[in-house]
């Protein structure tokens, strides 16, 4: 089991950037990929950006939602099993529940299954 815990959303101003943590525990060997998520009003949760968690590459594999990138970097510090969503010049659109899930690519899988997920953190974003 693995259990991940996110903080840093808040009340932040638009234009502004914010950066959210999410830490895992646990069995780490049960995972080898951390992702984020979110979840605007009226909408499903949406994937936003995931990263390897494994020792090779050294920085980690990443990969980003379309709509994030060139906005959003996603990077990690496995001593600490903490993984870090930092999103630039935010709007009051990108307001909502950013979710951090554990999770790993099974067999031929091209993506992984993120079976552990956090509780959320609330980013408010006033114009």
């Known amino acids: 089991q693995v259990e991940v815990v996110e903080s840093g959303g808040g009340l932040v101003q638009a234009g502004e950037s914010l950066m959210l943590n999410c830490t895992a525990s646990?069995?780490?060997?049960?995972?080898?990929?951390m992702g984020w998520w979110r979840q605007l009003p009226g909408r499903e949760r949406d994937f936003v950006a995931e990263?390897?968690?494994?020792?090779?590459?050294?920085?980690?594999?990443?990969n980003y939602d379309d709509s994030m990138k060139g906005r959003a970097t996603i990077s990690r510090d496995m001593a600490k099993n903490t993984v870090y969503l930092q999103i630039r010049n935010l709007t009051p659109e990108d307001a909502g529940v950013y979710y951090c899930?554990?999770?790993?690519?099974?067999?031929?899988?091209?993506?992984?299954?993120?079976?552990?997920w956090g509780q959320g953190t609330r980013v408010t974003v006033s114009s």
């Open positions: 899930a554990g999770g790993r690519i099974y067999g031929l899988a091209h993506r992984p299954r993120y079976d552990y």
């Open positions: 646990g069995n780490m060997f049960s995972i080898d990929h």
């Open positions: 990263i390897s968690t494994t020792d090779i590459p050294i920085h980690g594999v990443k």
